[in-house]
């Protein structure tokens, strides 16, 4: 064994981590998703923390969200009503999700299909929402990502910044129920289990967990 | 404690979680709806940000069902991102302080709305600024 950390061998490196022991009791791929979702929340962390620089050292006024993305139906607009019920759509598609994990380990494949469809179906609109808030700032009100009729300049850089991320994540997670469903489905985790499901809820409930702390504030606050 | 077997739990408790997470987000909305404002907004916005928060990694993502290991492997290292918080924070106050004191800017400018800025096709008549 001295020898080899002598000659400078690799395989020191792969004795050393190779010893017979697992520091964690759970499928490898389910580590993997959560050290991927803890980098995760370093971005998401880091992107609310510039936001949270920005927005002190401004000297410009903070544009009035609630009034920004208020939303008329006809009669006087109501306040933040958009954003709430994007909210909503998210909290469901958790809430669904969750349900397809349990029926994943009960091994009901038809229910935990649907749930998924359902989540990602969810998810989807959620997405469409948001094109719709987008090209309604963007259009017809005028913001831009270096300029904004309100306020504060870096009020437009911080919500296409934030939104925009959020909104991939929700996107690519839409991608990624759609295809996990189709593959429990057809059977494919017949033999393996359907630990899959449960990973792939983690990281749809990450993205909905992101959306509590964007909506307190980024839109509320 | 289950990890090996998979995290099955009764149904009863996912229920449960929703239904609170739509009471709490409805609580979170209504502070905006009914215009609280200040530290109270501050204090109920961020206690429903927190419950909420809470009950999804707990619940929903199994935290509370995981071996220590785990847990403090996820918990932990976020952790630091306070400091860096804290510091940008105080950061942010030092500089608007800055510009307040020798750039000349208003600390009491107001934003503008966009009934501001459209005329508004509602209240036109009633108020005009």
Redesign the interface.
């Known amino acids: 064994m001295s020898e080899a950390a002598i000659s400078g061998s690799n395989s020191t490196l792969v004795d050393d981590w190779s010893a017979d022991k697992q520091a964690y009791h759970v499928p490898w791929g389910k580590a993997m998703m959560w050290i991927f979702l803890v980098s995760d929340t370093f971005i998401f962390t880091c992107f609310l923390t510039g936001y949270l620089h920005v927005r002190l050292s401004t000297t410009e006024p903070w544009p009035l969200q609630s009034e920004i993305f208020a939303l008329s139906f006809g009669g006087d607009p109501i306040p933040l009503i958009l954003i709430a019920l994007m909210t909503f759509i998210l909290i469901t598609s958790s809430g669904t999700m969750a349900l397809a994990v349990n029926f994943g380990y009960r091994r009901d494949k038809v229910k935990t299909f649907w749930f998924m469809v359902a989540t990602a179906a969810l998810g989807a609109s959620f997405v469409g929402m948001q094109v719709f808030e987008w090209s309604k700032l963007i259009l017809e009100e005028g913001v831009r990502p270096w300029t904004n009729p309100f306020g504060a300049t870096q009020f437009g850089s911080v919500f296409f910044m934030i939104t925009g991320f959020h909104g991939l994540h929700v996107t690519v997670g839409v991608i990624y129920l759609l295809t996990v469903a189709f593959k429990v489905k057809n059977g494919h985790y017949d033999k393996k289990g359907y630990e899959i499901v449960e990973i792939a809820g983690l990281y749809w409930h990450f993205v909905d967990l992101v959306w509590v702390f964007i909506f307190a504030f980024f839109y509320l606050l | 404690m289950s990890?090996?077997a998979?995290?099955?739990?009764p149904?009863g408790i996912?229920?449960k979680?929703?239904i609170l997470?739509?009471v709490l987000?409805s609580f979170?909305?209504a502070?905006?709806?009914f215009?609280v404002q200040g530290g109270m907004?501050?204090g109920l916005?961020?206690l429903?940000?927190c419950l909420?928060?809470g009950f999804?990694?707990a619940i929903?993502?199994?935290v509370v069902w995981?071996?220590m290991?785990?847990v403090l492997?996820?918990l932990g290292?976020?952790l630091v991102?306070l400091l860096?918080?804290g510091l940008?924070?105080v950061?942010?106050?030092y500089?608007?302080d800055a510009?307040?004191q020798y750039?000349g800017?208003?600390?009491n400018?107001?934003?503008?709305?966009?009934?501001d800025?459209h005329g508004g096709e509602?209240?036109e008549e009633e108020e005009a600024h």
């Open positions: 990890s090996e998979g995290q099955q739990h149904l996912y229920y979680i929703w997470l739509f987000s979170s909305y502070v905006d709806f215009n907004r501050w916005v961020l429903f940000m909420k928060a999804i990694v929903f993502m199994h995981e071996r290991a785990l492997t996820i290292p976020p991102l860096l918080i940008m924070s950061e942010g106050y500089i608007s510009r307040y750039m800017h208003d600390p400018a107001v934003a503008l709305t966009p009934s800025l509602h209240g």
